[in-house]
């Protein structure tokens, strides 16, 4: 065998090793307060799946494009044994810092109970999140899947809010098409014409989107 054809061959063996397929048997994560299993889900891995570097590269991508982490790396051992391939992963990650406040406006839905059953699908979401475009791309994804998977699919929306009550910045998700105001009526009202009392509660508008948030029950407000 030349010389040629023996680098060539040993090129493709350490090709084919790099390339080969194994079962994911354990994660592990550093730098990173996120838990263990907030990080194999974000990261689209499950124990005990197949995998190859390949995968590993694309689930540490999805870390960062998460928007949760400012910064991703990992690296691995492999082991073959009685069973196989195996990999153990680990995954050094930089948390992104600057967090804010999620309020789910989600007509005719408790949002204790809603962030209960979200929190057990997937850990990384939580009533604070980091302030970032990806982590609210990946909260809306998240969230529409979830509600899904619960037999109300709609698509959510995001949207940034100031909270001034105490003076800071929140992140809103509610339905893309919620229902309008048609008409708001007042009884018993002596001491204003209804043109001014439409100034006065201009938050409250025909043709507003109506959710959760406006704090009404109906569409007809009453006054004494």
């Known amino acids: 065998?030349?010389?040629?054809?023996?680098?060539?061959?040993?090129f493709a063996l350490a090709a084919s090793a790099a390339l080969a397929q194994g079962r994911l048997t354990e994660v592990q994560v550093s730098g990173s307060a996120r838990a263990t299993a907030a990080v194999l889900t974000a990261s689209g891995l499950t124990l005990g799946q197949p995998v190859t570097p390949k995968d590993l590269d694309a689930a540490c991508r999805r870390l960062l494009d998460s928007g949760?982490?400012?910064?991703?790396?990992?690296?691995?051992?492999?082991k073959t044994g009685p069973g196989g391939l195996t990999y153990l992963v680990n995954f050094d990650l930089m948390d992104e810092t600057t967090l804010v406040p999620v309020i789910l406006d989600i007509p005719n839905t408790d949002q204790d109970q809603l962030w209960t059953k979200f929190k057990a699908a997937d850990p990384l979401l939580d009533r604070q999140m980091p302030d970032t475009d990806g982590a609210q791309h990946y909260y809306q994804h998240a969230l529409e899947e979830l509600l899904a998977k619960s037999g109300n699919p709609q698509p959510l929306i995001a949207k940034r809010e100031a909270d001034?009550?105490?003076?800071r910045l929140i992140v809103v998700f509610r339905p893309a098409n919620l229902p309008k105001l048609r008409?708001?009526?007042?009884?018993?009202?002596?001491?204003?014409?209804?043109?001014?009392?439409?100034?006065?509660?201009?938050?409250v508008a025909v043709g507003q989107d109506r959710s959760e948030g406006t704090r009404l029950n109906s569409s007809h407000i009453t006054i004494s």
């Not at 949760?68 to 492999?78: K, L």
């Open 183 to 203: 008409q708001v009526a007042f009884e018993g009202n002596h001491a204003f014409d209804a043109a001014t009392l439409e100034k006065m509660i201009h938050a």
């Open 164 to 167: 001034l009550g105490k003076g």
């Open 68 to 78: 949760f982490f400012r910064g991703a790396s990992y690296r691995y051992q492999s």
């Open 1 to 10: 065998m030349t010389m040629l054809s023996r680098a060539l061959l040993g």
